[in-house]
């Protein structure tokens, strides 16, 4: 059982080491996967507004990022690699309703 306890205090340490910052997503890509799957705007349009939207919610990322808790972050920053198109606006959403349920 020590052995246990020591594990979840070094994995503590490493979620909180990783949550300290914005987590960095490749943006361009998620979004183009997400036009794949859909045909609804012309493909340059809808780039433009997907990454409109991720750019801002990441500003809001970054100027909020201190607000959430360390367990909100490590809750939702995984849930954003499933699926392979993380998102900031998706990210942003989900430590919102985390802060918010509170």
């Known amino acids: 059982m020590p052995i246990s306890i ?3 205090v070094v994995g ?6 990783v949550a300290d910052r914005v987590p960095a997503f490749d943006i ?9 799957a859909t045909a609804s ?8 507004s997907c ?3 991720e750019n801002m919610a990441r500003q809001q990322l970054v100027s909020q990022w201190p607000k959430f808790s360390a367990p909100s972050k490590a809750e939702c920053i ?6 392979g198109t993380p998102s900031y606006v998706s990210l942003l959403t989900c430590l919102q ?3 918010w349920s509170r």
Not at 28 to 36: E, G, I, P, W, Y
């Open 41 to 48: 705007l012309s493909v340059d349009q809808s780039l433009k």
């Open 51 to 53: 990454l409109s939207d």
């Open 28 to 36: 361009v890509r998620s979004c183009k996967l997400d036009l794949a």
């Open 6 to 8: 020591s594990m979840m």
């Open 97 to 99: 309703m985390n802060l």
């Open 12 to 17: 503590t340490h490493l979620v909180v080491a």
């Open 78 to 83: 995984p849930q954003e690699n499933v699926g």
